[in-house]
């Protein structure tokens, strides 16, 4: 480490969400984004289970995202 600070763990970057919004990388865990605010999830209007952002069907139930 260079002077003396910690090392900071960071997601691989396939890991990364990205916002639909501002296209800022967010942390996998993150429910919004940390840049603009925008929720980086939503919920299946099927079964309700969570989607993560970007996904095109829920992985669930199969049902396809709006």
Do not use: E, W, Y
Not at 17 to 23: A, D, L, N
């Amino acid at each position: 480490m260079i002077g003396g600070g910690r090392a900071i763990a960071q997601a691989p970057v396939k890991d990364l969400q990205t916002c639909k919004h501002c296209r800022t990388a967010n942390a996998p865990s993150a429910r919004f984004c940390l840049n603009c605010g925008t929720p980086l999830s939503s919920d299946c209007t099927a079964c309700g289970s969570s989607l993560t952002a970007g996904a095109k069907f829920c992985s669930q139930c199969g049902q396809a995202t709006p």
